[in-house]
């Protein structure tokens, strides 16, 4: 059973509507400052809505079932990481934030080091981000790929075009407030997923449960002291509370959401709040791949792999409208996550380089640049998804490990900022150089976990850059 003309109705309606309510806010965008963070005007719930949203990303609703199908619960443990890691941020990383007007993380970098380093910082940041995103663009050519029966390439093209027009022509603001309605859409369509599952599997939740439970399905906690397990309780917090300091302190993807006129006495709790967000998505997204594993009770290889699991099961399973309902919740997803990345992109790119070199264009001229750069970005995307095609194993442990190889290095710099007098740029970018490589060499040459990548990274980053910073003899002054 595939999807009928109710389902392709239904996503059919979503895609044009959220395209639609996107252009609504072209017509706000009249300076750089409008188009980037949107005057910063924006209530903080739809922010913190937002942010939830850019971080559940396809990877997160096909990927995270999957891993439960194959496994069990403990990736949670990961996910208790990255709510530790938002308290870490509120307390540490934001106040810096609030000094000032800026456009983009690594303006603070210019303000303690000098210009050499945020140029570096954004480099590594737009390389890895891009790299990472064109994953994440592969990931929703899957589910596309098996509901609509087209071919990969072809889904890549239309997802990246209908989400590039609406962040080509309405900024942050129109990311912002279409990532409110996606989370919505997602997790409702998720939910509904959950009780149709209840459904068809006989017995319903205690069935579930009895099976799971016997099997192992449900455990939360490894305590096992194990360095190469990459989902213990120690690689999930500690990792988790890393991965999560580093992306969302140092970059741009969140960092431009910040909203206007708080305080860093007020947000401390705001962090939290997208926490206990992200903790309960990623617990009903486990808890499908358990309830998946319940009803077909078959290897995850009959499927082709574990990714393809979730999104079969809605074409071939559900009733038809559910289908559709569903298939619109991924793409939600995804185009979430894609707009923000496309924005982030496109402003690190003018406010990190272009404008620093040409300060004086006009703003009708730096709006129609940042709308040219937002549009070779989605070509870019759109270029790695391709060549991700048949070539990445289970995608959101790929995502996470790509990101994850660049964020120690960023996190160690930003550390080394905020938290020392005496380091200096020659000293920081020693430090990054060095955690950069131990991380490149964890990634393609050993058998460490990607949980423990950052934290490893950050690390050498940090206690090298200090180091080298005291040895310096020209040390730059705290700013």
Known sequence: MGLNHLDLAIIAVYLAGITLFGLRFRKRQRSLRDYFLADRNIPWWAIALSIVAAETSTLTIIGIPGIAYDSNLTF????????????????????????????????LIERRFGKGLRTVTASLFLLTRAAAEGVRVYAVSIVVAIALGTGEIASIAIITALTLIYTFEGGLAAVIWTDVVQTVIYVGGTLVGVFTILHLVPGGWAAIHSLASSAGKLQVFDFTPDFWKPYTFWAGLIGGAFLTTASHGTDQTDRAKTPRGAQPATVGHRPSHSGVAIFFQFALFLTVGVMLWAYYQ??????????????????????????????????????????AALNSLSSSSMMDFYLRRRPNVDGQTQLRLSRVSTFVWALVLFALAVLSVHKVGRVVEVGLTIASVAYGALLGVFLL?????????????????????????????????????????????????????????????AR
């Open 76 to 107: 949670l443990q990961v996910v208790m990481g990255y709510v530790a890691g938002r308290v870490i941020i509120s307390f540490v990383l934001l106040p810096h934030y609030f000094r000032g007007d800026l456009y983009t993380a690594y303006e």
């Open 298 to 339: 078959v290897p995850s290889a009959t499927f082709g792999k574990a990714d393809y699991i979730y999104p079969k099961f809605i074409v071939s399973r559900l009733p038809h409208g559910v289908s559709g309902l569903l298939i619109a919740a991924i793409l939600a997803a995804a185009m979430s996550n894609l707009s």
């Open 417 to 477: 900022g905020v938290l020392t007098r005496r380091a200096n740029q020659t000293g920081a970018m020693v430090g990054m150089f060095f955690g950069f490589s131990v991380e490149l060499y964890l990634w393609l040459a050993t058998r460490v976990p990607w949980t423990w990548y950052v934290t490893i990274g950050t690390g050498i980053t940090f206690g090298i850059g200090y180091a080298m910073s005291l040895l310096s003899q020209n040390r730059t002054p």
